[in-house]
């Protein structure tokens, strides 16, 4: 009883120092930049030591991964939540939409996702993480589109990855000030263009 509780004891230790650096160096990489952030700033914030972060983390670009990989997954769970089974094909996609548009409003999100991701870990990398997170949900919705006949029946990974750029492209747009009711008035003329079509 007494060792299964070390376990869970050390278990929860390494969980909550692994969060604490993931933590510290989202708050870091949003204020100033992956570039511009150094690792002995991270294990400060954290109030770790190095050896706790290069024991959880190859590198400091590995706990960037972590820290993508979390965003990714947040931004997908906003979507998911936008979009409930009972919304049709056509009204789910318009909702997982301003989902991601609303979710990419978080400070530092796009920076780190749509700036910094493609460039510290690679577009293969990156795409990757959008295919686990985001682009999933956005695929689910389009091939349940083309399943019920309301939109025209055309190559889902192509059109996920066609699309997701443009939803990408309009978040850095919203937020270097331009009108997020301009972007999510095409976006939805597109899906209803695809639905049309």
């Not at 990408?168 to 009711?181: F, H, Q, V, Y």
């Amino acid at each position: 009883m007494q060792q299964e509780s070390a376990r869970r004891s050390n278990r929860d230790r390494t969980e909550t120092t692994r969060a604490d650096l993931i933590a510290a160096a989202r708050k870091l990489f949003t204020e100033k930049s992956y570039a511009e952030t150094g690792t002995p700033e991270i294990v400060a914030a954290a109030g770790v030591t190095r050896g706790a972060l290069y024991h959880h983390f190859a590198d400091k670009q590995a706990l960037f991964a972590a820290v993508v990989e979390q965003e990714a997954a947040a931004v997908a769970r906003e979507i998911d939540r936008a979009s409930p089974p009972s919304l049709s094909a056509r009204d789910a996609l318009i909702a997982s939409s301003d989902a991601y548009l609303t979710a990419m409003r978080a400070p530092g999100r796009t920076r780190l996702l749509l700036l910094d991701g493609p460039a510290v870990l690679g577009r293969t990398a990156m795409d990757a993480i959008d295919n686990r997170h985001g682009n999933r949900s956005l695929r689910e919705g389009l091939v349940a589109a083309m399943r019920t006949q309301s939109m025209k029946r055309l190559p889902p990974e192509a059109l996920t990855a066609l699309l997701a750029a443009a939803f990408d492209r309009a978040a850095l747009a919203i937020e270097a000030g331009a009108s997020g009711e301009d972007y999510r008035a095409v976006l939805t003329a597109l899906i209803d263009g695809l639905s049309r079509a």
